[in-house]
């Protein structure tokens, strides 16, 4: 897993807490990441670290997930997604699967295996279908999935397709081996395409599952949007429980009775909401508070922050108070 980025598109939340470890629906990213990988059958992962490596170990510090032992791969300088790849899988002589850490998806892997095996692949990518693929590498492909070419954010009007790499890939040892090590080596623009030059080597397949890149704050909205609306199949949060359809609390939260939440909605534990208040399609992180007739709309709001006012659209950073200046 490629959780090295510094997130800069993401900041100041990033400032102080790697991307992969801000919570998605009260959850770290990385755990709905882990998850989605034990349950197709995942036993070993490596994070692939740059920014931040404390606080992995800090989250983890038995380095495991669900029974699943972690290993930390820190890279000594940036080395790019093919030479990152490659740093992590130092000793690894097997098949691997690469996920980009900016990825919420349902993919269903254990069909891109199968793809990827019928097709006798090197290398398999996973490619999901977007409405405007000008921000993303674009990958058209044979009808059999053999990929075709590579073309880095085309114009919109000229684009050869809407089907992107969606940054899940399959690898073989043999890819692996041809990634020197040591130097800085991008696997989009230059191990794949350099593939291109051997026919059947490499495939994509195309998904309909969700997908999300969740790099940037409205990316990052929209995912705890998604959640909410259990666009990725399961509930929004463990142990959280639906007390009216749509209203979400996890441990004790105290709601004031005139307090009005209009579903979806996420409280999280120890959260305060005070009279009078209105929380609509948010997700409000442990211990937060929203104080006496404040407004939270289309909201994030993380763990401890305060709100005094009126919040929308926006994501509230751990232990910020939200306040009306008066004029």
């Not at 102080?16 to 990213?29: C, D, E, Q, V, Y």
């Not at 990929?147 to 684009?159: C, D, L």
């Not at 940054?167 to 623009?189: F, H, Q």
Request: with cysteine; hydrophobic share 45%.
């Amino acid at each position: 897993m490629l959780v090295g980025g510094q997130g800069t598109r993401l900041r100041p939340l990033t400032y102080t807490t790697p991307k992969s470890l801000l919570p998605i629906a009260n959850r770290a990213f990385l755990e709905r990441q882990l998850e989605w990988l034990v349950s197709h059958g995942v036993d070993d992962v490596v994070l692939s670290l740059g920014y931040l490596p404390e606080a992995f170990h800090a989250h983890f510090p038995d380095n495991r997930f669900d029974g699943v032992p972690l290993r930390y791969a820190i890279e000594p300088e940036p080395l790019g997604t093919a030479g990152g790849i490659r740093f992590a899988a130092e000793g690894i002589d097997e098949r691997v699967v690469v996920c980009n850490g900016d990825v919420l998806t349902s993919l269903d892997l254990g069909a891109m295996l199968r793809f990827h095996d019928d097709a006798g692949a090197a290398a398999t990518i996973h490619l999901a279908q977007v409405d405007d693929p000008s921000a993303f590498g674009v990958v058209p492909t044979k009808d059999d999935g053999e990929v075709i070419a590579f073309v880095e954010k085309p114009p919109r009007e000229s684009t050869p397709s809407n089907w992107i790499n969606a940054g899940t890939y399959v690898l073989e040892p043999e890819v692996l081996a041809g990634i020197p090590t040591g130097v800085e080596v991008s696997i989009e623009r230059e191990t794949f395409p350099r593939m291109l030059d051997e026919p059947g080597r490499l495939y994509a397949m195309q998904s309909d599952a969700y997908w999300l890149d969740i790099g940037t704050p409205g990316k990052y909205l929209e995912a705890h949007a998604d959640v909410l609306a259990g666009r990725l199949g399961t509930p929004p949060a463990p142990g959280a429980r639906e007390v009216e359809p749509g209203i979400w609390i996890q441990g004790d939260a105290a709601v004031d009775p005139t307090a009005l939440l209009v579903a979806p909605v996420l409280v999280g534990a120890d959260c305060e909401i005070d009279a009078g208040a209105r929380v609509e399609a948010s997700v409000l992180g442990a211990g937060s508070v929203i104080r006496p007739g404040a407004e939270v709309r289309r909201a994030v709001v993380l763990p401890g922050a305060e709100v005094t006012g009126r919040a929308t659209e926006v994501v509230i950073g751990r232990d910020a108070v939200l306040e009306v200046v008066a004029r």
